[in-house]
């Protein structure tokens, strides 16, 4: 589990959406809607199972 700080949802890893650049390089995002958020938006949360 991931928690995005930009909108404050939580996701898993297999969630985030992966593209290229025009540099063909690999960028992650927030896989909420119309969130900008990026790998360094994101925290792992204190999950107690």
């Known amino acids: ?3 995005c700080k930009k909108c404050e949802h939580l996701f898993t890893g297999h ?3 992966v593209t290229l650049n025009e540099d063909e390089q690999v960028q992650f995002h927030c896989p909420t809607l119309h969130c900008d958020g ?3 938006d994101w925290q792992y949360p204190n999950l107690h199972l």
Do not use: G, P
């Open 1 to 3: 589990m991931r928690f």
């Open 15 to 17: 969630d985030i959406r």
């Open 38 to 40: 990026k790998w360094e």
